[in-house]
């Protein structure tokens, strides 16, 4: 029996402004149309239904988030949705600056940015040719904007973990909440056949930089386990998802752009759930409970299927 499912990931686009090579392809890879994307009518309509199934915290996804145009306003329409009591939102930082207070006034609680670097020239290479600068930009304007927790998710990449310091050190002096996200190997890409470093590794190389204590969650619905460095203003989490198959405490679900229901990233399996979005509410909440109910929390013998992270939204 696994956790109480409460979480719903909702990816508004499939399409992104960067191309990191643990994500896509060097070419990228094709969008869809768009009309082939759930609307934000449709977005909202599933959502209240999803509530009715038990649905309490949301975040939005992409791809990445903040290329689809009036985002702002379906923040502020599923804020208003009653019975969500957490609005988050994932986005690769490079549009926050331009976002953040207007998000922060929409209603959105919370916000993650990815971020594979903190050193210039390995960024680079790692988003497919993008800009550092503008990420941090919008990561200081999540802050300044009031958004907190703020937290920074660092896909653990073997071999580049010689970036570790400067982590650290953005945790020690910025109240920001770094989480180490093991590298899944997701879809047909197979994530660029990059390798994961397992926590217990990666715990070793930051314990070099000072005595690390287990920390309290800053909060958000996630599986991370965090510690702390003596003095810094933030925290240092882990998601081991790869190492520790932390599938049992998995408490989400997750809605793709083009309006499919899936139970598991690691799982293929996925019901098409746009035909029933524009009719009974409460026949799409029972679909909904029925998709809840048959969700498994062992990734045993399951294959991930074709789509990319990016295409079933991270």
Same mark, same amino acid.
């Given at each position: 029996m696994g956790s109480r499912v409460d979480y719903l990931r909702i990816s508004i686009t499939d399409r992104c402004n960067f191309r990191c090579t643990y994500c896509m392809p060097p070419g990228g890879i094709p969008w869809k149309p768009h009309t082939d994307i759930l609307s934000f009518e449709e977005i909202v309509r599933f959502t209240r239904a999803a509530v009715a199934a038990g649905i309490s915290r949301v975040r939005i996804t992409g791809g990445e988030p903040l290329v689809r145009r009036q985002c702002v306003s379906l923040v502020k329409q599923l804020a208003a949705v009653p019975g969500i009591e957490d #609005?988050? &939102?994932?986005t690769n930082g490079s549009l926050l600056d331009g976002f953040a207070r207007d998000l922060k006034r929409a209603g959105l609680g919370r916000i993650n940015v990815s971020i594979a670097? #903190?050193?210039?020239? /390995?960024? !680079? /290479? &790692?988003? $497919? $040719? @993008? $800009?550092l600068e503008p990420v941090l930009a919008g990561l200081a304007s999540a802050l300044d904007a009031g958004f907190s927790p703020v937290k920074v998710n660092v896909v653990a990449l073997d071999g580049i973990e010689? $970036? #570790? =310091?400067?982590?650290?050190s953005l945790s020690r002096r910025r109240p920001v909440h770094i989480r180490f996200i093991e590298h899944m190997p997701i879809g047909r890409f197979d994530g660029g056949g990059w390798g994961f470093i397992p926590r217990e590794r990666l715990l070793g190389e930051l /314990? @070099? !930089? =000072?005595?690390l204590a287990p920390a309290p969650s800053p909060g958000g619905g996630g599986p991370a386990q965090y510690f702390q460095y003596a003095g810094a203003a933030g925290t240092i989490g882990f998601i081991s998802s790869m190492s520790d198959h932390i599938c049992g405490g998995c408490n989400r679900m997750r809605l793709t752009a083009d309006g499919y229901l899936r139970g598991c990233l690691f799982s293929g399996d996925e019901l098409n759930v746009r035909p029933f979005i524009g009719g009974d509410r409460q026949r799409l909440t029972a679909i909904i409970l029925d998709a809840i109910d048959a969700k498994k929390f062992n990734r045993g013998g399951a294959s991930p299927g074709p789509r990319t992270m990016s295409q079933i939204g991270g």
């Open positions: #609005l988050s &939102l994932t670097s #903190l050193d210039p020239a /390995r960024f !680079f /290479r &790692l988003s $497919g $040719g @993008a $800009g010689n $970036g #570790l =310091g400067e982590f650290v /314990r @070099a !930089f =000072g005595d």
